[in-house]
């Protein structure tokens, strides 16, 4: 063997681009969770884009948790919600489909049934996200489950905007970045993506 050529290693790691749920997975996904708060939770945070700090809420130190989204501050009849995000200490509006609204319906009528009251939307800490998420991709074989965490809802938000066209300003409502930082993501083609443009627009 030529002592000059050196091996190709090829790194497991998976790149920032590629870090969310590509729509078919996510649909099965969708479909697969039959847990009324795993699924409201998986839906809600995979079509707001939110931050999972802003959904739960985040611990602060000294113990002290500060509150995620509240029922109380969700505008059913427009389909939106009040949210505080934590990292830039200021309050917005965070818009969801119809498919969502009535998923969170059906969780609050379970809820209210299961005897759970309180104001926040999800008792839940960013680690139980987290095993959530990871928990339902292995159920129907995603190939990253074992890396997955629950940024990669936000992630897909982002990333499925993307390819459906919308309009760049209502990603930024919704994710709170900058619209700068969203060009970044836009302008980053992640692995489908790259295999998608060159098999459907070759050169010859």
């Keep these: 063997?030529?002592?000059?050529?050196?091996?190709?290693?090829?790194?497991?790691?998976?790149?920032?681009?590629?870090?969310y749920i590509p729509g078919g997975w996510l649909k099965k996904l969708y479909e697969a969770v039959d847990n009324p708060r795993d699924k409201a939770y998986i839906m809600f945070h995979a079509e707001t884009g939110l931050r999972v700090s802003d959904i739960v809420g985040v611990k602060k130190k000294g113990g002290k948790r500060l509150p995620g989204v509240e029922v109380h501050n969700i505008d059913w009849e427009?389909?939106?919600?009040?949210?505080?995000?934590?990292?830039?200490?200021?309050?917005?509006?965070?818009?969801?489909?119809?498919?969502?609204?009535?998923?969170?319906?059906?969780?609050?009528?379970y809820r209210q049934k299961a005897g759970i009251r309180g104001r926040e939307l999800f008792y839940m800490s960013e680690k139980t996200c987290n095993r959530v998420l990871k928990r339902?991709?292995?159920?129907?074989?995603?190939?990253?489950?074992?890396?997955?965490?629950?940024?990669?809802?936000?992630?897909?938000?982002?990333?499925?905007?993307?390819?459906?066209?919308?309009?760049?300003?209502?990603?930024?409502?919704?994710?709170?970045?900058?619209?700068?930082?969203?060009l970044e993501w836009y302008s980053e083609l992640d692995r489908e993506a790259m295999r998608q443009e060159l098999d459907e627009k070759p050169l010859i």
Aim: proline share 2%; charged share 30%; hydrophobic share 35%.
């Design 1 to 19: 063997m030529n002592e000059g050529i050196k091996t190709l290693v090829v790194s497991k790691k998976i790149s920032k681009e590629d870090k």
């Design 78 to 109: 427009n389909n939106r919600v009040y949210a505080y995000d934590h990292k830039k200490d200021k309050w917005r509006w965070v818009y969801f489909p119809e498919k969502v609204r009535s998923v969170l319906k059906m969780y609050l009528l």
């Design 136 to 182: 339902w991709c292995k159920r129907i074989g995603f190939p990253y489950a074992d890396l997955v965490g629950s940024h990669w809802l936000r992630h897909t938000f982002i990333r499925l905007s993307r390819r459906a066209g919308r309009d760049i300003k209502a990603v930024q409502q919704n994710t709170g970045d900058s619209v700068k930082t969203i």
